[in-house]
């Protein structure tokens, strides 16, 4: 059962709309409502075959995709593998020679001859040979024409390398080249070996012969007391690699390439070179500047995806896009247990699957538009068969509302609509019947609404009644007394109010609707009011009004009745109870000026409470910022002191040093000077003791004496190479010449770190100096956000230089209006909590951006986070998570209320690893 409680009444706005698109769908034609819906079912059945169509063979490319590329990557790798493992085995082979005797150091000739059989067996390698500590070097190398050559380095050749014609026994002929000065132990192969003490692989390089990329496999060879014996090396090119990938079929126009971690390439199944030659040298080709597109692409989205190619340490499948189109992508990584590690990449583009699958699709497409335009035509012709019939009974239909009983149309037919004629024209009998009746118990409903009436008229209070619609429906005598008129035609409830002159009490507004009672009780509610006044020229008449819904069988609000008395008397009363309230209002207002007052003092103790806290963050720094000022200035006095005593030892002997030398070796003494003040400072000992080593090699090959202390000078002096100044080191006063160029190096080095320590100093102190001036005249200016922040970062520099890592993401921001000190205090409160939550070690990130009309900063640190329940409480006054003593709990209620004075917000972020606290500061604040 429906009660006036449990119905909900709608907007009347909402009410239109849904009543409006009922209507719209109920006019449809009888004839759109039989074909549109069997239509769309056609066509929705044949989209659906189509789309799961679509999908399984989407679904059955990937899969297809999928085993191809795993397919590929998997025989590649075992062709690379099996290739890769000849050097090793060869390698091997001559080890066991050697260890059971049948070769013999001493017997070049034997070992050339075993060497050059081995290459006639291996066709891949294309130079095998074995050095030994002393330098000696004996080898066999396949020249690019299929002939052999054989090369020697010993005593003997005079630490040349001699180059030899074989003849068709393997024995020595003619002497066809000479590399001067060759030193096999210094070679990346020779060393590789050494240091790794076990079979590995050198470096790729550029083959000098060939020009090709080749890999050397390289063996150590030890004696029974684990002394070296020799080093084993067998080199191997990357041509027969090339061969198999270029004829390697990938779908139809996939491709493959094999890259170093680095990034270089190695050997691809394209034209695209993988290296550049230039002049007598042999660049390599990073695969990101290939010249194949498809291989430059992939190799950035590596990078990108994984962000470094060391990453990479599984076979992984992938899909990206290269200019639109979808790219299925392998990457597996190809390692062995002599330290190859190298990336092979299959790439297959997924337009060589897609032909059939769009042929497919374009067919269904076709199918649908068949099916469309089949299912229009039959829709329509069933349409008219059912729909000539009805047309007849609407007509019948029409003739019953003009009371034309007896033109009723006769339908023959014996299915459904026949039996619906039938049934109409037995319906029009009994409503012909039912119409009489209604017109008897019409005439009873006149008499019971005229009783009604009267008794409506007699009650003291008005009577205003409205229908749905909200046009008046019914006055009685005393609401028109009360009124002023009567019913007014053609209303609606939104002037129901304006026209009978009915406002808000005390006022001259128009009676709010959301209070009306005639729209209240429309809505379901039945409400009371008292504060409303019915305005007769020059008299007001204050009411009380009660409203009340009217429900139909249906429960919906069918009427509005409105029941309202006159309240003249009672709201006297209520005027006398008003004059006593004024006089309470009149103390309360003296009371309200005495908060007030109390409420400046306060906003003037917090301004001194803001240059407190900065006052008593200036004092935490004053240890850093007095290191910072102490290191330059020690800096300072150690240069000072040693060009001082450099300079007392130079001068006196200068003059005479220039008299010594040529004008040759002169210039070439000041060349020294250039080149050493070009020193790399960002070498490690380790690399300046292998370019020392290297450097003494140097100077022994040329004969000179003392090569230890002459390398020491020229390292600490950045010189790491003696080419271009032998005949100067050849003088027999080197000794002193090198001194004196390494203090006249040593008085400009000193020069520049004072320099350097000088600006360091400057900086601090002019920092210093803008942190701590303080603005009493309370005046906004125009500042620069990035300069307060560059000032606190500076004099926090010795919390930051020890194990800080600062990110500067500055956009360019125009200059804002702001009270700068009191910013200061901001950033300075934000970063030193930042650091403390990091214990000073992590990493600080400061974003500067415009957002809008806000200049945004963010300060983010790296520290342990901010517990969930503790960031609730972290701006309140006083609230610290500090030890006692070492926090007052003011710093981020001070931000914050800085941050409001500037029209601004502070909003924070907390996680684990990162914390955010960001500012939002007006661009436009006047």
């Known amino acids: 059962m429906i009660t006036r409680s449990?119905?909900?009444?709608?907007?009347?706005?909402?009410?239109?709309?849904?009543?409006?698109i009922i209507k719209n769908a109920r006019s449809l034609p009888l004839r759109t409502v039989l074909v549109v819906p069997f239509v769309l079912q056609i066509f929705a059945a044949v989209g659906v075959v189509g789309y799961l169509s679509f999908r399984n063979g989407q679904q059955a490319v990937n899969e297809v995709a999928s085993q191809l590329r795993q397919e590929i990557s998997d025989r590649i790798s075992e062709r690379v593998q099996a290739y890769m493992t000849f050097p090793h085995q060869l390698n091997q082979f001559k080890a066991n020679a050697f260890e059971l005797g049948d070769l013999n150091l001493q017997d070049t000739a034997r070992i050339q001859r075993h060497f050059w059989k081995q290459l006639q067996t291996f066709e891949t390698v294309s130079v095998t040979y074995v050095a030994t500590p002393a330098g000696d070097f004996i080898g066999v190398r396949r020249k690019n024409e299929g002939d052999f050559l054989l090369q020697e380095r010993s005593e003997l050749t005079e630490g040349n390398m001699n180059y030899y014609a074989v003849n068709k026994e393997g024995e020595r002929t003619d002497l066809v080249k000479v590399k001067p000065k060759y030193d096999p132990r210094v070679r990346p192969w020779y060393t590789a070996a050494t240091e790794a003490k076990k079979a590995t692989w050198s470096k790729i390089y550029a083959d000098f012969t060939s020009k090709g990329l080749g890999i050397t496999a390289t063996q150590p060879l030890y004696d029974a007391s684990g002394e070296l014996q020799a080093v084993l090396g067998t080199d191997l090119l990357f041509s027969r690699v090339n061969e198999f990938l270029a004829k390697l079929k990938i779908g139809k126009s996939g491709q493959t390439f094999i890259v170093e971690r680095s990034g270089a390439l190695i050997t691809t199944s394209t034209t695209a070179p993988v290296y550049l030659i230039k002049g007598e040298e042999t660049e390599r080709i990073p695969a990101v500047n290939s010249e194949n597109v498809v291989i430059s692409l992939t190799t950035k989205y590596l990078q990108d995806h994984f962000g470094d190619l060391n990453n990479i340490q599984q076979s992984q499948q992938l899909n990206f896009q290269i200019k639109g189109y979808q790219q299925f992508l392998q990457v597996t990584?190809?390692?062995?247990?002599?330290?190859?590690?190298?990336?092979?990449v299959v790439i297959i583009p997924e337009s060589d699957f897609l032909e059939q699958i769009n042929a497919n699709t374009r067919t269904t497409i076709l199918l649908c538009i068949a099916a469309f335009t089949v299912a229009i035509i039959i829709g329509i012709l069933t349409a008219r068969w059912v729909t000539k019939p009805i047309l007849y009974l609407n007509e019948t239909a029409k003739n019953i509302t003009k009371g034309q009983w007896g033109k009723i149309v006769e339908i023959n037919r014996n299915d459904e609509v026949g039996e619906l004629a039938h049934s109409f024209k037995s319906m029009a009998e009994q409503l012909q019947l039912s119409f009489a009746e209604m017109q008897a118990l019409n005439e009873e409903l006149s008499e019971s609404k005229s009783q009604l009436n009267q008794i409506l008229e007699a009650v003291p209070v008005g009577i205003f009644v409205a229908e749905s619609s909200g046009q008046p429906y019914y006055i009685n005598s005393r609401a028109k007394s009360l009124l002023g008129k009567g019913i007014v035609a053609d209303l609606n409830p939104d002037e129901i109010r304006e026209e009978y002159q009915i406002y808000l009490a005390g006022s001259n507004e128009i009676y709010p609707p959301e209070k009306d009672p005639i729209i209240c009780a429309f809505n379901g509610s039945s409400v009371n009011v008292d504060d409303l006044e019915i305005h007769k020229g020059d008299r007001v008449i204050p009411l009380e009004a009660w409203g009340t819904p009217i429900y139909d069988e249906k429960g919906k609000v069918s009427y509005a009745i409105a029941a309202f008395a006159d309240i003249t008397q009672r709201k006297e009363s209520e005027n006398l109870v008003a004059e006593y309230n004024h006089t309470l209002e009149i103390q309360v207002a003296q009371r309200t000026q005495e908060l007030s007052e109390a409420l400046n003092y306060l906003q003037a103790t917090q301004n001194e409470l803001i240059q407190s806290e900065k006052m008593a963050a200036l004092g935490q720094l004053v240890a850093g910022v007095a290191h910072e000022l102490n290191t330059p200035l020690g800096a300072i006095r150690s240069s000072a002191g040693n060009m001082t005593k450099f300079l007392g030892q130079t001068l006196s002997n200068l003059p005479s040093l220039f008299q010594s030398l040529s004008t040759a070796e002169a210039e070439m003494f000041f060349l020294l000077l250039n080149k050493s003040l070009q020193k790399d400072m960002s070498l490690t000992a380790k690399e300046e003791r292998k370019l020392k080593r290297s450097l003494i090699s140097e100077l022994e090959d040329q004969d000179i004496d003392d090569a230890d202390d002459i390398a020491d000078t020229l390292v600490d002096m950045g010189i790491y190479e003696a080419e271009e100044f032998l005949s100067l080191l050849q003088?027999?006063?080197?000794?002193?010449?090198?001194?004196?160029?390494?203090?006249?190096?040593?008085?400009?080095?000193?020069?520049?770190?004072i320099n350097t320590a000088t600006d360091r100093a400057s900086k601090v102190v002019f920092a210093l100096k803008n942190y701590a001036r303080y603005d009493s005249s309370e005046a906004m200016i125009q500042s620069d956000i990035v300069d307060g922040i560059e000032t606190v970062l500076t004099l926090y520099q010795n919390n930051i230089k020890h194990g800080v890592e600062v990110l500067r993401n500055f956009q360019k921001i125009e200059p804002i209006l702001c009270y700068a000190d009191q910013l200061n205090q901001v950033w300075t409160n934000l970063i030193h909590n930042a650091l403390q939550a990091m214990n000073n070690k992590g990493t600080l990130t400061i974003d500067i951006l415009q957002d809008g009309n806000y200049v945004k900063v963010a300060v983010t640190d790296s520290g342990q986070g901010i517990p969930a329940e503790v960031i609730p409480r972290i701006f309140e006054p006083f609230f610290t998570t500090k030890p006692p003593g070492e926090g007052s709990g003011l710093g981020l209620d001070i931000v914050k209320k800085i941050i409001e004075k500037h029209h601004g917000k502070i909003e924070v972020e907390s996680v684990p690893g990162k914390t955010t606290f960001t500012v939002f500061l007006s661009a436009n604040l006047a």
């Open 6 to 20: 449990s119905v909900k009444v709608a907007d009347p706005t909402q009410s239109a709309g849904k009543l409006a």
């Open 333 to 344: 990584p190809l390692k062995d247990g002599n330290g190859l590690d190298w990336l092979i």
């Open 731 to 753: 003088n027999s006063d080197r000794h002193s010449i090198l001194e004196m160029a390494y203090k006249l190096s040593e008085i400009q080095r000193g020069t520049q770190t």
